[in-house]
């Protein structure tokens, strides 16, 4: 079955950066798109990138470009997310999500990743 | 942007019908998908393309979509759909995922 697994739970001063993964299996790699969103305690989630696993090509929300590097690892079924110069604001749980047949959706998502920025 | 507009709460008895409204300026020409979301766990697909259900999504949820409204709708509500619902479109204006605020499901 499709299983997404993240990388555990971070805690960061601010300024540094944070790198989180998400491994995949049980599907075809190449054939998806992985999202990656985050939820601040009691928000909604929004999205931050996503990334062709197949191809490479990446997009960044407006809000997170040039803060945020979406790479991935097919060797590893493993895609990545980086966020630099963290504010306090970033504490939130990070998700990875599949995207859906089609459309702009997601079908599976990861357990979550929780980053805490504290100093 | 675009905006989605879900009322924070909806409580049914267990048993009834819980119908959760997700507004949008002309949302029936969208694709709308909507998410359960139980306490500390991640999201989960409950209606994609306004009213698909993914495998393993019980035959209870449904969802429509028209006019300014979508709606999912939950019918013979059991206490393990309290959760949090979340309606989302793509807006391809800006290009972006948009997400509802959310509409917690409290089931008396």
């Known amino acids: 079955q499709v299983q997404l697994v993240q990388s555990g739970a971070e805690v960061k001063k601010p300024g540094a950066s944070v790198k989180v993964s998400c491994k995949a299996s049980g599907y075809t790699l190449s054939r998806y798109g992985l999202y990656w969103l985050r939820q601040a305690p009691g928000q909604r989630p929004e999205c931050m990138g996503w990334i062709s696993v197949g191809t490479g090509k990446r997009k960044y929300s407006q809000k997170f470009q040039g803060r945020v590097t979406i790479t991935r690892d097919t060797s590893a079924n493993t895609a990545y997310m980086e966020l630099h110069s963290v504010k306090y604001e970033d504490t939130a749980v990070y998700y990875c999500a599949r995207e859906g047949d089609a459309g702009i959706h997601f079908d599976h998502w990861g357990q979550g990743t929780t980053v805490t920025v504290s100093s | 942007s675009y905006v989605l507009t879900q009322p924070p709460s909806v409580s049914v008895a267990p048993g009834r019908t819980a119908r959760m409204t997700c507004g949008g300026d002309n949302i029936g020409r969208k694709s709308v998908h909507w998410y359960q979301q139980r306490p500390g766990q991640a999201p989960v697909l409950a209606i994609y393309?306004?009213?698909d259900r993914p495998s393993g999504i019980p035959e209870r949820f449904s969802g429509s979509n028209s006019g300014n409204t979508a709606t999912l709708t939950i019918s013979r509500v059991e206490a393990g759909d309290e959760a949090d619902y979340y309606c989302?479109?793509?807006?391809?204006?800006?290009?972006?995922?948009?997400f509802g605020g959310g509409t917690s499901l409290t089931v008396l």
């Open positions: 989302q479109v793509w807006d391809s204006d800006t290009d972006d995922v948009v």
């Open positions: 393309y306004n009213s």
